[in-house]
């Protein structure tokens, strides 16, 4: 699938995310209606932050003061990165490079994500690069946020 760089710039909601595993079983590990945002810039750098929808409500009301399970649910349910990207326009894949992640195995790293399907309002794309487990694929569902296209 043929693309245009330009096509990608916005910013981009999550709608639905799974892991597909080698078994083929899938699992929504940020939930069914996952909340998040993929900026994605002329210049270069991306952002990206999905979470799950339920995520608890630390008792303390201080970050820092969490009970064990509070911050497992968080750190479990929270995935967020920044870094730079590349696109192969004929390819249609673009690849980040992650400078720095919530899950640090990431720094450093980077992952094709091949398009599915790219248009005004809508993008999907598979990452081969799942944290999950190894061999699992990711495959993302986003719908650009209303005002998010940028020129």
Same mark, same amino acid.
């Given at each position: 699938?043929?693309?245009?760089?330009?096509?990608?710039?916005?910013?981009?909601?999550?709608?639905?995310?799974?892991?597909?595993?080698?078994?083929?079983?899938?699992?929504? @590990? +940020?939930?069914?209606?996952?909340?998040?945002? +993929?900026?994605?810039?002329?210049?270069?750098? $991306?952002?990206?932050? @999905?979470?799950?929808?339920?995520?608890?409500?630390?008792?303390?009301?201080?970050?820092?003061?969490?009970?064990?399970?509070?911050?497992?649910? @968080?750190?479990?349910?929270?995935?967020?990165?920044?870094?730079? $990207?590349?696109?192969?326009?004929?390819? %249609?894949? +673009?690849?980040?490079?992650?400078?720095?992640?919530? +899950?640090?195995?990431?720094?450093?790293?980077?992952?094709?994500?091949?398009?599915?399907?790219?248009?005004?309002?809508?993008?999907?794309?598979?990452?081969?690069?799942?944290?999950?487990?190894?061999?699992?694929?990711?495959?993302?569902?986003?719908?650009?946020?209303? %005002? %998010?296209?940028?020129?």
């Amino acid at each position: 699938m043929e693309i245009k760089k330009e096509d990608l710039f916005g910013a981009w909601t999550y709608v639905s995310t799974y892991s597909e595993f080698v078994d083929g079983r899938k699992e929504n @590990i +940020f939930g069914i209606r996952p909340q998040g945002i +993929f900026v994605i810039l002329p210049n270069g750098h $991306y952002s990206h932050i @999905i979470m799950r929808p339920d995520l608890p409500r630390i008792s303390s009301g201080r970050i820092r003061d969490s009970t064990l399970r509070e911050a497992e649910a @968080i750190a479990e349910g929270v995935l967020a990165h920044f870094g730079v $990207y590349s696109v192969n326009e004929k390819e %249609g894949e +673009f690849t980040v490079t992650v400078w720095k992640s919530s +899950f640090a195995n990431l720094d450093g790293m980077q992952q094709v994500r091949r398009i599915i399907q790219l248009d005004e309002d809508n993008l999907s794309y598979v990452n081969n690069l799942s944290v999950a487990e190894k061999g699992a694929r990711v495959v993302a569902v986003l719908r650009r946020l209303p %005002g %998010g296209r940028l020129k």
